[in-house]
């Protein structure tokens, strides 16, 4: 789970402010590192930092903007799910062959030791264990062969190399992925895996006599004077270097995008695959409720309180505190310059980075019955020293609610869940993971209800990706 973005404007635009300006709203997908490279008469530019992008854009400007030449380039937020997290694994990563090709990746590739074993038989070496590189260099290859094989004039038909290469790329890459390659002489090549597993949009704006283009891993990173959609699963676009379209569906599956990024990862006023990720959440929050009323009515009784996890929850609770007729009070204080501690690289980090996040009013809770309201429960980490930390405030019984339902199974798909033994829920039932928390009732939604709430959203969409929740 990565957020990427490639844009093309006229010719006397400065690309990486946009990019960058870009990756800001994409923040939320990755902070491990950040990188940008740009095009710029035959030649590549880039720039790349560890941490979040203020790093980059402090590098940028000290060096009067200078180094990032161009009007069309790529950029990348990471979040590390394969490979380790260093300056060599941050992307866009790059190779020089066959023309000079540049790459970013969101997603997960399954069948690793398999794409591995067969670049090297062809000879080809892997200088890392990122299946992003792998992936890169199944790219590389196939247009190296195709292009060989090419007449002088079937090489004009840039269109038609570029929906080859990519067929044959889907035919060998398992997984997820959603990709935008930035190639020499080109253009922009972005494709997103059969099943549309991470998302991929695409904005475009006409000016003057060419269109502006910019694709990304959510809407919020498109200027809203832009015309957006989504790229559709098994469907590669290609935009030229003047400024021309094509696309095709290179292999047509059912549409099954990830469920996790409705309920935690995208951004609330994102819209992915035609559903505006707040609306689902709220939907989510709904069903809660609903489910609160039904099989916890003796909780209500002397609910004192609805308290939010800041600050993607806050919407969420607030709903549920009018459903349930409940005061709803702000009892949790975020720090803004703490990282998400989900998806930080270590359990230790994790756990420090959780007591530095959050803070309480202790009114709020002091001498209460509180109903604490989170986007999910995944290893348990952040709702155990929450729940702590509000009877240190001095509540009297503690509450949890989740609007997703018990993530029990680990993730391939680039959500960093790499065994199920870390995850609060596995293999344990709600009295047991209540007593694991150190709270009175820990009450889940219902799978098929967090399904229901996106689907009211989009009702096209009829499988999600749900590995995680289920055995």
């Known amino acids: 789970?990565?957020?990427?973005?490639?844009?093309?404007?006229?010719?006397?635009?400065?690309?990486?402010?946009?990019?960058?300006?870009?990756?800001?709203?994409?923040?939320?997908?990755?902070?491990?590192?950040?990188?940008?490279?740009?095009?710029?008469?035959?030649?590549?530019?880039?720039?790349k930092t560890m941490g979040l992008i203020g790093e980059l854009m402090k590098q940028y400007n000290s060096e009067q903007n200078t180094t990032l030449k161009g009007n069309i380039g790529l950029g990348h937020v990471r979040y590390s799910t394969a490979g380790t997290i260093d300056l060599e694994q941050t992307q866009p990563l790059y190779i020089n062959k066959p023309f000079g090709i540049s790459m970013v990746h969101n997603g997960n590739?399954?069948?690793?030791?398999?794409?591995?074993?067969?670049?090297?038989?062809k000879f080809i070496h892997i200088?890392?264990?990122?299946?992003?590189?792998?992936?890169?260099?199944?790219?590389?290859?196939?247009?190296?062969?195709?292009?060989?094989?090419?007449?002088?004039?079937?090489?004009?038909?840039?269109?038609?190399?570029?929906?080859?290469?990519v067929e044959k790329t889907m035919a060998q890459c398992r997984g997820s992925y959603s990709v935008i390659f930035l190639i020499n002489g080109f253009g922009l090549v972005a494709f997103r895996d059969p099943n549309g597993i991470r998302p991929l949009l695409i904005g475009?704006?006409?000016?003057?006599?060419?269109?502006?283009?910019?694709?990304?891993?959510?809407?919020?990173?498109?200027?809203?004077?832009?015309?957006i959609e989504d790229i559709e699963n098994g469907s590669c676009v290609f935009i030229d270097t003047n400024h021309n379209k094509y696309e095709k569906l290179i292999c047509e599956k059912d549409l099954t995008p990830c469920l996790f990024e409705y309920i935690y990862f995208a951004r609330p006023d994102s819209?992915?695959?035609?559903?505006?990720?707040?609306?689902?959440?709220?939907?989510?929050?709904?069903?809660?409720?609903?489910k609160i009323l039904q099989d916890y009515s003796y909780i209500l009784e002397n609910l004192d309180v609805i308290v939010s996890v800041p600050e993607t929850s806050r919407y969420y609770a607030l709903k549920i505190a009018q459903i349930l007729n409940i005061p709803y009070e702000e009892g949790f204080i975020?720090?803004?310059?703490?990282?998400?501690?989900?998806?930080?690289p270590n359990q230790e980090s994790r756990k420090n980075n959780i007591n530095l996040k959050l803070n309480t009013i202790k009114e709020v809770f002091n001498n209460k019955n509180v109903l604490i309201i989170d986007d999910s429960i995944v290893r348990g980490n952040t709702s155990m020293q929450l729940i702590q930390m509000a009877k240190d405030a001095g509540a009297k019984n503690v509450y949890f609610g989740s609007l997703s339902s018990p993530v029990i199974n680990k993730n391939i798909y680039g959500i960093a869940i790499p065994s199920r033994e870390e995850l609060v829920a596995y293999n344990k039932n709600n009295t047991e993971i209540a007593k694991i928390l150190g709270v009175?009732?820990?009450?889940?939604?219902?799978?098929?209800?967090?399904?229901?709430?996106?689907?009211?959203c989009n009702p096209e969409i009829k499988n999600f990706e749900i590995s995680s929740f289920v055995k």
């Open 127 to 165: 200088n890392s264990n990122s299946d992003s590189e792998l992936l890169m260099n199944i790219f590389a290859y196939e247009l190296q062969c195709i292009i060989s094989n090419k007449t002088t004039e079937n090489l004009s038909k840039k269109s038609e190399i570029i929906f080859e290469v």
């Open 440 to 456: 009175d009732e820990v009450i889940y939604n219902d799978l098929e209800d967090v399904i229901e709430s996106c689907r009211i």
């Open 1 to 47: 789970m990565c957020g990427i973005i490639g844009i093309i404007k006229q010719n006397d635009a400065n690309i990486a402010n946009d990019i960058i300006n870009g990756l800001n709203n994409l923040q939320h997908r990755g902070q491990d590192s950040t990188g940008i490279y740009t095009l710029y008469q035959d030649k590549f530019y880039s720039m």
């Open 334 to 344: 975020k720090n803004n310059y703490i990282l998400r501690t989900f998806i930080m």
């Open 271 to 290: 819209i992915i695959n035609n559903i505006l990720v707040y609306e689902a959440r709220k939907n989510m929050a709904v069903f809660l409720a609903n």
């Open 109 to 121: 590739l399954t069948n690793v030791l398999e794409l591995t074993k067969k670049l090297k038989e």
């Open 204 to 227: 475009s704006q006409k000016q003057n006599q060419k269109t502006n283009f910019i694709i990304a891993s959510e809407s919020i990173a498109i200027d809203k004077k832009y015309i």
